[in-house]
């Protein structure tokens, strides 16, 4: 092929590919076209494929049929209650119609403007009408559904079709959430401190009622100290009688033995006594004990017999003191039981 030709044809090659660019067009499957003559629409493309124009006259124009976020600025709104909100929401649109969102917005920029209004009137409508405790806590998913139907409402004008809008959070504004955390601190604090002062009611009831039973029971204690010291002592002095008894005379003589004992024990004592004191009877005729002894012998008095007391393995507490013994038995057992009942 001369040279001549093989230019000529690249000149057609060419010429096809840009006629073929001019004249085919794709539609990708998230994509939908709308086809503009002269910047007047003819068309609406919106299944996926490969599709066809008049080249230098129309022109194509792709629209997103998926589904788009709106993020709106946080605004202060106020509720029904005259409470302050700050909320925070999000919108999800879909382009069901493109071509009267071109004649009527044009660009997704525009679409995003209009709509941030549109939601912007539609939540402070819904939340003007509605109290405090419904917007957070109890009709939350109710107010956001009738939001949604008012924005719709006005978008269906625009070929949008809002699918959600949510408020992704609704609080109280900085200055109020603090004045509302120092009131609930200052509440706590004060149901703490009645919470404190009720126990500290009820730990002096209960210091005052173990109080009140120490001293009973120490009462109770040393009241049966005195009875049982008091009925000790009684046995001993029946226990020192018996012993008298047995030979007085020498229990005389070694109670005296006793107090010399004593009164000598110190070396720098110094006694200034009479020399016929009684203190000094035994010192003067130590066998005067003996002599009476002698004198008594034939006297017959009616001693406790100790050696047989001793034989049958009981003590002088219980054979002399045994009415003593049996009423100390009997106030440690009503003790115990009225413990018990207790």
Same mark, same amino acid.
């Given at each position: 092929?001369?040279?001549?030709?093989?230019?000529?044809?690249?000149?057609?090659?060419?010429?096809?590919?840009?006629?073929?660019?001019?004249?085919?067009?794709?539609?990708?499957?998230?994509?939908?076209?709308?086809?503009?003559?002269?910047?007047?629409?003819?068309?609406?493309?919106?299944?996926?494929?490969?599709?066809?124009?008049?080249?230098?006259?129309?022109?194509?124009?792709?629209?997103?049929?998926?589904?788009?976020?709106?993020?709106?600025?946080?605004?202060?709104?106020?509720?029904?209650?005259?409470?302050?909100?700050?909320?925070?929401?999000?919108?999800?649109?879909?382009?069901?119609?493109?071509?009267?969102?071109?004649?009527?917005?044009?660009?997704?920029?525009?679409?995003?403007?209009?709509?941030?209004?549109?939601?912007?009137?539609?939540?402070?409508?819904?939340?003007?009408?509605? $109290?405090?405790?419904?917007?957070?806590?109890?009709?939350?998913?109710?107010?956001?559904?009738?939001?949604?139907?008012?924005?719709?409402?006005?978008?269906?004008?625009?070929?949008?079709?809002?699918?959600?809008?949510?408020?992704?959070?609704?609080?109280? $504004?900085?200055?109020?959430?603090?004045?509302?955390?120092?009131?609930?601190?200052?509440?706590?604090?004060?149901?703490?401190?009645?919470?404190?002062?009720?126990?500290?009611?009820?730990?002096?009831?209960?210091?005052?009622?173990?109080?009140?039973?120490?001293?009973?029971?120490?009462?109770?204690?040393?009241?049966?100290?005195?009875?049982?010291?008091?009925?000790?002592?009684?046995?001993?002095?029946?226990?020192?009688?018996?012993?008298?008894?047995?030979?007085?005379?020498?229990?005389?003589?070694?109670?005296?033995?006793?107090?010399?004992?004593?009164?000598?024990?110190?070396?720098?004592?110094?006694?200034?006594?009479? $020399?016929?004191?009684?203190?000094?009877?035994?010192?003067?005729? $130590?066998?005067?004990?003996?002599?009476?002894?002698?004198?008594?012998?034939?006297?017959?008095?009616?001693?406790?017999?100790?050696?047989?007391?001793?034989?049958?393995?009981?003590?002088?507490?219980?054979?002399?003191?045994?009415?003593?013994?049996?009423?100390?038995?009997?106030?440690?057992?009503?003790?115990?039981?009225?413990?018990?009942?207790?």
């Amino acid at each position: 092929m001369s040279q001549p030709k093989l230019v000529i044809a690249l000149i057609i090659i060419a010429v096809l590919g840009f006629l073929a660019s001019a004249t085919l067009f794709t539609v990708h499957q998230t994509q939908q076209a709308l086809v503009l003559q002269f910047g007047d629409p003819r068309r609406v493309i919106d299944k996926p494929g490969l599709n066809f124009k008049m080249p230098f006259v129309q022109n194509i124009i792709y629209i997103d049929k998926r589904i788009l976020d709106l993020d709106s600025p946080t605004e202060e709104l106020i509720a029904a209650d005259q409470k302050r909100l700050v909320v925070d929401a999000f919108t999800r649109y879909r382009i069901k119609d493109p071509l009267q969102f071109f004649t009527s917005l044009r660009d997704s920029r525009r679409a995003n403007s209009r709509l941030a209004a549109i939601v912007s009137s539609s939540m402070r409508s819904v939340v003007g009408e509605a $109290p405090f405790e419904d917007i957070v806590r109890t009709r939350r998913d109710e107010l956001m559904s009738k939001i949604r139907e008012l924005v719709n409402e006005q978008a269906n004008d625009f070929g949008i079709e809002i699918v959600d809008v949510r408020i992704r959070r609704a609080d109280l $504004p900085e200055a109020n959430s603090q004045a509302i955390y120092r009131r609930m601190q200052t509440e706590r604090e004060q149901e703490a401190a009645e919470f404190r002062a009720k126990g500290q009611e009820v730990s002096r009831g209960i210091r005052a009622q173990a109080d009140k039973d120490v001293t009973v029971l120490t009462a109770k204690a040393q009241r049966d100290s005195e009875i049982i010291r008091g009925q000790g002592d009684s046995c001993r002095n029946r226990i020192f009688a018996a012993a008298y008894g047995q030979d007085p005379d020498f229990f005389a003589f070694y109670r005296s033995m006793q107090s010399y004992e004593t009164a000598l024990e110190d070396e720098g004592t110094t006694l200034v006594l009479s $020399p016929d004191s009684a203190f000094f009877k035994y010192l003067n005729a $130590p066998d005067t004990v003996f002599n009476k002894r002698v004198a008594n012998s034939t006297v017959k008095k009616s001693r406790v017999d100790v050696a047989s007391i001793v034989k049958s393995k009981k003590s002088l507490q219980e054979a002399l003191c045994y009415d003593l013994v049996t009423n100390i038995g009997l106030e440690n057992t009503d003790s115990e039981a009225v413990k018990d009942e207790k």
